[in-house]
């Protein structure tokens, strides 16, 4: 009986626990969807919080049935190799097409752990460069990875936008790294060069698009929209991206006249709005020691982090110094900014 007593007191808890967990979310504003390659909301909408995607499992190849053709070789623009689309999208070893441009990959970064965790390559290229759905890795301070890497750890770090899925993935890949292997991404990553990647143009209507895997690609039938208050980033070359190339770029669709005003907002603060960008991450936005650099980021990244540390989901150190920073921007003050930071040479 008291074993019974003790069980539904235990399960009561658990339930009001949840409960809480959900008023609280349902409490909290919703940021914009444009920066999480979401569908726009109506107002007072929270959806619950979407599963990490799953760990992918090694698995033994079919044995290709007689007489069928090999898998189709695939090659990026400027490389030399070749690759099936499996080995493109392989979990814990996925294609290097450039592996002279960039140093000696780890094996946490290569390979990942199978069956636990996959290569940061896949997600962040083997050069860390990046995608708009994910984090772009490279140049960042070496000190600074490890401690977002801690915060994953901790369970700080989330998503203002439940249904990005992918940001509970890197808390859970984050909880199976050593400090050693954290210790080797952050040297690799951080001793490689961020390139000129992304095009800002400024635009009041920008290509109808369709989201797959959380990136923008134009449709088909090239019909137009406002562009409204957002910035679409979306791929130079859509075959290249697919490819996971490291070396095609993004154009970020931008309001007319954002940069401008990004510039002004960036460069004075804005009167009592904020403060300027340079105070903290030093001249031309290139960063201070473990202060990252901004110039030329992913415009889509950098606003997810914006909106995460303004409504309170991205927390620790380094999320408490934005908090007075970005409490007061408005999503045009937001759009400006990033629109004038990712057109900067990084």
Not at 146 to 156: A, K, S
């Amino acid at each position: 009986m008291r074993i019974r007593v003790i069980a539904n007191i235990i399960g009561l808890g658990v339930l009001c626990a949840a409960a809480t967990m959900q008023a609280r979310q349902a409490e909290r504003p919703m940021p914009p969807a444009w920066p999480y390659a979401q569908p726009q909301l109506a107002p007072g909408i929270v959806p619950p919080q979407a599963p990490a995607p799953r760990t992918p499992q090694v698995t033994t190849p079919a044995t290709p049935a007689p007489g069928a053709p090999p898998p189709a070789l695939l090659q990026a623009e400027g490389s030399k190799l070749q690759f099936t689309q499996q080995q493109v999208g392989n979990s814990y070893g996925p294609a290097d097409w450039f592996p002279d441009e960039h140093p000696p990959m780890p094996d946490i970064v290569a390979h990942g752990k199978p069956n636990v965790a996959r290569a940061c390559g896949l997600c962040h290229l083997p050069n860390g460069r990046g995608r708009p759905e994910n984090a772009p890795l490279q140049g960042l301070p070496h000190d600074y990875i490890i401690q977002q890497l801690r915060d994953f750890t901790q369970g700080v770090r989330h998503s203002a936008d439940p249904r990005k899925a992918n940001t509970l993935e890197m808390e859970n890949i984050a909880k199976t790294l050593t400090p050693e292997e954290i210790e080797q991404a952050a040297n690799y990553f951080s001793a490689i060069k961020v390139p000129q990647y992304i095009r800002v143009v400024e635009t009041d209507t920008v290509p109808t698009m369709n989201v797959q895997g959380e990136i923008y690609f134009p449709t088909p039938d090239g019909n137009k929209e406002p562009i409204g208050v957002r910035i679409i980033e979306t791929p130079e070359d859509a075959a290249q991206t697919r490819l996971r190339s490291p070396k095609s770029g993004f154009i970020a669709y931008a309001p007319v006249g954002s940069i401008k005003r990004g510039e002004t907002l960036a460069t004075t603060g804005g009167g009592t709005k904020t403060i300027p960008c340079s105070t903290c991450h030093g001249p031309e936005l290139k960063g201070v020691g473990p202060i990252p650099n901004l110039a030329g980021r992913s415009p889509s990244y950098l606003a997810r982090q914006m909106y995460d540390i303004k409504i309170g989901t991205r927390n620790g150190p380094m999320a408490a110094l934005m908090k007075p920073i970005v409490e007061k921007l408005t999503d045009s003050d937001i759009v400006d900014l990033i629109a004038y930071v990712s057109s900067l040479k990084p």
